[in-house]
């Protein structure tokens, strides 16, 4: 059975940082490109960063670039996302996604900016 378990959200006062981690079981952690996605009330969910599996590349939107940074651990199976410089509209649920054949999500975990 897959399952991706998200932690580290929280609260955190504008430009701080948070780091979360996917923890991932049930799957070949090394064959999946990774993903973190937010949905923030009322809104569409965003893709804001990827990591391939094969070129270990990483690829983040243009609302996060140069503040937010993916990584992933393959002997730990958990992939992460180091958020520095928040501010309140980075408010939302983040959730971790793998694909390979098919996409897993996690659970998601609540991450909220403010004073």
């Known amino acids: 059975q897959v399952q991706l378990v998200e932690s580290g959200g929280g609260l955190v006062q504008p430009g701080g940082s948070l780091r979360l981690s996917c923890a991932a079981s049930g799957i070949i952690f090394a064959w999946h490109d990774w993903g973190w996605c937010r949905q923030a009330p009322g809104k569409e969910r965003e893709l804001v960063a990827t990591?391939?599996?094969?070129?270990?590349?990483?690829n983040y939107s243009d609302s996060v670039k140069g503040r937010f940074t993916i990584s992933r651990d393959n002997v730990q199976n958990t992939v992460y996302l180091q958020m520095n410089s928040l501010q309140p509209e980075d408010t939302a649920v983040y959730y971790c996604?793998?694909?390979?054949?098919?996409?897993?999500w996690g659970q998601g975990t609540q991450v909220t900016v403010s004073s």
């Open positions: 990591i391939s599996s094969q070129t270990g590349i990483a």
């Open positions: 996604k793998a694909t390979f054949l098919n996409s897993y």
